[in-house]
């Protein structure tokens, strides 16, 4: 079953719970355990409002204990105590269904971490990953088109809108656990197989995918709804199906800015090639085991040998 999605498409779950695996904070398993049952947790109003920082933990522990023995409200008790408003009270409320918090309220509850370990690790991947502040808020806060900005290499508008959709269309269609990682600029790239497709019109763009092994099934499987032994052409015949409907939405868009652009029939190549060009970007995207890169490049020829 696909996981739902509280306020739209999300990754932060699978972007930061595969770090904590990778730095063995938790494993696999208990990572995808987490996952699975974010849904049933409603986030508690102490964990929200030490997060926001409007107690502390001792005052939120207080609160909590109170509570088992007055059956009482946690915000009526904490604003009875002078810990918050009842303004507080009523914003806090409104931010339970935040997955942020749900994320590391099922963390909490299942005794994996506790809140200060979550925000050691939060700090560790943001120094490793040489984000601001104001980066780590558009990366917890839940808007799919912060989270792609964050991780693209260029602030230029046609890689924005095109990889958002490209992003929204695999969790949608493919994965709903499918989750990015930093993109990167560069001059070449190899590749074992490869979908891509050029579009021409008032900007010239190349956009696909490109795998290792047989890591483009992960997309043609769930896509075709059929099985293949390899990545062969019919397996790539989907993903460039696939890719062709990133593409389709893609110049949708833009024709609703009077940006024309035509798609021309996806390419394709089942064996080892070299991508080459000036300055274009890779978007490694994660489907469960797979790692994928989708291809993007804009005004820019590609070469591929």
Do not use: W
């Not at 409200?73 to 009842?86: H, N, P, Q, S, W």
């Not at 909490?108 to 690790?121: N, V």
């Not at 579009?199 to 696909?208: E, P």
């Amino acid at each position: 079953m696909k996981k739902e999605f509280v306020g739209g498409l999300y990754m932060f779950d699978q972007i930061f719970g595969n770090y904590l695996v990778a730095t063995k904070r938790i494993t696999k398993e208990q990572l995808k355990d987490v996952i699975a049952i974010e849904n049933t947790i409603r986030v508690k109003l102490g964990l929200i409002a030490v997060a926001e920082k409007l107690m502390t933990t001792e005052q939120a522990d207080e609160v909590n204990n109170l509570q088992a023995i007055m059956d009482r409200r946690f915000g009526d008790i904490a604003v009875e105590k002078g810990y918050l408003t009842e303004e507080q009270v009523i914003q806090l409320l409104k931010k339970q269904g935040n997955i942020y918090l749900i994320f590391v309220q099922t963390l909490i509850d299942k005794d994996l971490l506790t809140l200060s370990d979550i925000e050691a690790a939060l700090a560790e991947y943001q120094q490793s990953m040489g984000f601001t502040a104001t980066d780590m808020d558009d990366l917890v806060s839940g808007d799919i088109e912060r989270t792609v900005n964050l991780f693209l290499p260029t602030a230029n508008t046609m890689y924005s809108k095109l990889c958002g959709i490209a992003v929204r269309t695999l969790i949608r269609i493919i994965h709903s656990g499918a989750y990015v990682s930093k993109a990167f600029l560069v001059d070449e790239i190899y590749a074992d197989n490869l979908a891509i497709q050029h579009l021409d019109g008032d900007f010239k763009v190349v956009s696909g995918f490109a795998g290792a092994d047989d890591s483009l099934l992960s997309i043609a499987v769930p896509f075709a709804k059929e099985e293949f032994a390899s990545v062969d052409m019919d397996a790539l015949d989907a993903v460039g199906e696939f890719t062709n409907c990133i593409n389709g939405l893609f110049a949708s868009d833009l024709s609703k800015e009077n940006i024309e652009i035509d798609m021309l029939p996806p390419l394709f190549y089942d064996e080892s090639v070299t991508i080459k060009g000036n300055k274009f970007c890779v978007f490694p995207m994660s489907i469960e085991d797979n790692n994928v890169s989708f291809i993007v490049s804009v005004d820019e020829e590609l070469t591929i040998e």
